[in-house]
């Protein structure tokens, strides 16, 4: 059975970090793009970052681009996504998924359940 679990949300003051996990199971996670998107209430869910299968390609929206880092270890079948500088406008549930190769269409063939991010004093 494919699984994606995302984990490492919480709520963070203006300016400070998370680090959120995606660990897969049920498939061999290298040979898929893993991806994060996030959905703010009342918005579409926007494409935030990917990481290629062997992890040499790295893709950034704009909106994050200096501030998130996105990383993989195969060894554990574990996305990570580092974010400093978070700002009240990254509050959102940030959703990871999982595709053949990175894009930004929302059309992903596999979903983690989301974790809530909240940025605020």
């Known amino acids: 059975q494919v699984q994606l679990v995302g984990s490492g949300g919480g709520l963070v003051q203006p300016g400070g970090s998370l680090r959120l996990s995606c660990t897969a199971s049920?498939?061999?996670?290298?040979?898929?793009?893993i991806a994060w998107f996030r959905q703010a209430p009342g918005e579409l869910r926007k494409g935030v970052s990917c990481?290629?299968?062997?992890?040499?390609?790295?893709y950034y929206a704009d909106s994050v681009k200096g501030r998130f880092t996105i990383s993989r270890d195969n060894a554990k079948n574990t996305v990570y996504l580092q974010m400093n500088g978070l700002r009240p406008e990254d509050t959102a549930v940030y959703y990871c998924?999982?595709?053949?190769?990175?894009?930004?269409?929302?059309?992903?063939?596999?979903w983690g359940q989301g974790t809530q991010v909240t940025v605020s004093s």
């Open positions: 998924a999982a595709d053949p190769v990175c894009n930004w269409s929302p059309e992903y063939a596999y």
């Open positions: 990481i290629s299968g062997n992890g040499d390609n790295t």
């Open positions: 049920g498939f061999t996670s290298d040979y898929y793009a």
